[in-house]
């Protein structure tokens, strides 16, 4: 069978496989082809896609001449981050998929009989240091869970109101800090700031009691717009890369004391989460599922056709220092309200310019049920219900030495698409 043979039969083939080797289960199969930036011990940072648990080194693969023919510059694959090569458009990230695929069909034998070349090309995960993905320009983080909104607000709120008058006619988002997304294995220290105690005159200054994690999605974007120009929700999916898994982290008690009127602050900017490997829409297509209903009916700007949510399954486990993990929530991105086609065309309907790498946090996404609830301030109930971890101690918020650890993935019939892991631990404020 010629290339050209096997690389329309790859596209055609639903059960596509690779001469990696991938193991039963792994979010990675060839039908990925995920995004990132690597190093190596010694080595500079450069891009790279995953097949099961190897990390392949796209800059090397070019210059072996394996990517002969796409047109575009090589040398992009040598950057410090992705922009560069996002910023080519879907047909470049499309075009570069498909090579790929084709490069790793298990019935292709011109880099699978190289051994001198996968030495060169070809690296086990637990040999590479994985980097940010993206140079993060700027960052939305929306408010786009119906459950977790409503949990909040009988929280906080009348419980006969729980939802803010706006929350079913906008997506609603703050501005978040950039400089502060790391990439998954960063640690993160305990934020202090100010606390006002219910029963207290004055607030006082010390570390955060209530460090909390929200379980979150995020998509980059990959197509800049010009000062004034909107973008709507037919195209929204043209200007988007990739989605990740996404650790917002908040400080509760800061954040009550200093979010009116203003909104979020301290309590949020002390370090956010990203997974390594950015998935494509592409890779997610076959998980797209519809949304819940919208009532009442969205401004004819929110409408949109067809699907823009996605069947991806979201767990979340704290690990205690020298212990094992603890599952404590397992949740859905099917259960957005507001999917990322109407966040997109709600961010730039003013003419708000985007940018090639710019980050849109989903905000926390709970389900319908208590296991599905998407943070400790959620699953704990404010502190009266605390979980119980394997040494038998009680968590109601995330202590000193606990990690925290996203995984998410789709399943369809025999196949997986996933995102690995976000892990971070939290470390004692620093003195």
């Not at 999605?217 to 037919?234: C, H, P, W």
Request: hydrophobic content about 40%; charged content about 20%; aromatic content about 10%.
């Amino acid at each position: 069978m010629g290339m050209t043979e096997i690389f329309n039969s790859a596209l055609r083939d639903s059960v596509l496989r690779s001469w990696i080797e991938v193991a039963e289960g792994s979010d990675f199969p060839v039908q990925n082809i995920p995004f990132g930036i690597f190093t190596t011990p010694g080595g500079k940072p450069r891009a790279a896609t995953r097949i099961g648990d190897t990390v392949i080194d796209l800059h090397a693969l070019a210059i072996s001449g394996f990517l002969d023919g796409l047109e575009f510059d090589h040398d992009l694959f040598s950057c410090t981050t992705l922009n560069s090569f996002i910023a080519l458009g879907k047909p470049a990230w499309r075009s570069m998929r498909e090579r790929l695929m084709l490069i790793f069909d298990e019935r292709n034998p011109a880099l699978r009989d190289s051994p001198e070349k996968r030495v060169e090309i070809l690296f086990p995960i637990a040999a590479v240091q994985m980097l940010m993905p993206v140079q993060v320009g700027d960052y939305t983080d929306f408010y786009s869970s119906i459950e977790h909104a409503t949990n909040v607000g009988i929280m906080f709120r009348d419980p006969a109101n729980a939802l803010l008058p706006n929350w079913r006619h906008i997506p609603v988002g703050y501005h978040g800090r950039s400089s502060s997304v790391v990439v998954s294995g960063t640690n993160i220290h305990r934020p202090k700031g100010q606390t006002k105690a219910d029963d207290a005159e004055f607030p006082e200054f010390g570390p955060s009691k209530q460090v909390d994690f929200e379980l979150e999605m995020a998509f980059i974007t990959g197509k800049k717009t010009a000062l004034g120009q909107s973008v709507s929700t037919q195209d929204a999916e043209d200007h988007i890369f990739g989605m990740v898994m996404f650790n917002d982290l908040s400080a509760r008690d800061i954040q009550k004391w200093e979010y009116v009127p203003l909104g979020p602050f301290l309590a949020k900017n002390f370090g956010s989460v990203i997974s390594p490997w950015v998935v494509t829409l592409d890779a997610l297509e076959p998980f797209r599922v519809s949304g819940p209903k919208q009532e009442p009916a969205v401004l004819p700007y929110l409408r949109f056709e067809g699907d823009h949510n996605f069947d991806i399954h979201l767990d979340v486990f704290i690990q205690p220092e020298n212990l094992k993990e603890q599952q404590v929530c397992h949740s859905n991105y099917k259960y957005m309200y507001w999917n990322l086609a109407q966040q997109l065309a709600h961010q730039t309907v003013n003419g708000c310019n985007i940018n090639v790498g710019d980050l849109y946090g989903s905000g926390t996404i709970s389900g319908p049920t208590p296991d599905s609830f998407g943070s400790m301030l959620e699953i704990a109930w404010k502190g009266t219900k605390p979980v119980k971890m394997p040494d038998g101690t009680e968590r109601k918020f995330i202590n000193d030495n606990d990690t925290i650890i996203f995984r998410g993935y789709g399943v369809k019939d025999t196949l997986r698409i996933g995102f690995g892991e976000v892990v971070t631990k939290i470390l004692p404020a620093k003195s």
